[in-house]
Nanobody, 122 residues
Framework: QVRLVQSGGGSVQAGGSLRLSCTASSDIADHNYMAWFRQAPGKEREGLAAIYTRGSSTYYRDFVKDRFTISKVNANNTVYLQMNNLKPEDSAMYYC???????????????WGQGTPVTVSS
């Protein structure tokens, strides 16, 4: 079983920034894509950003593009999500995921982190 360990969540005021990290227990390049998702209370989990682990291609949902940036350091088996200009509607539990079984921003991933909370105050 591949384990994903997340860190970097917390509480910020609107307009602030956070950087989330996710480190895998195996080589991320073996699994093609790594991605970030979030789930707010009463809402479905939604994909935010994905990165191709054997290259540098990235994919973003329109509503986070230009505010959120996904990046990786393959040598550390780690992906990051830099979140700038945070808004209250960004408040959610954030999850990383590895090894999609479908399109990279859909929910069909094989491995998931335990989640880290992000709370943005107005």
């Amino acid at each position: 079983q591949v384990r994903l360990v997340q860190s970097g969540g917390g509480s910020v005021q609107a307009g602030g920034s956070l950087r989330l990290s996710c480190t895998a227990s195996s080589d991320i390049a073996d699994h093609n894509y790594m991605a970030w998702f979030r789930q707010a209370p009463g809402k479905e989990r939604e994909g935010l950003a994905a990165i191709y682990t054997r290259g540098s291609s990235t994919y973003y949902r329109d509503f986070v593009k230009d505010r959120f940036t996904i990046s990786k350091v393959n040598a550390n088996n780690t992906v990051y999500l830099q979140m700038n200009n945070l808004k209250p509607e960004d408040s959610a539990m954030y999850y990383c995921a590895l090894d999609p079984q479908g399109p990279p921003l859909q929910l069909l991933y094989r491995f998931w982190g335990q989640g880290t909370p992000v709370t943005v105050s107005s």
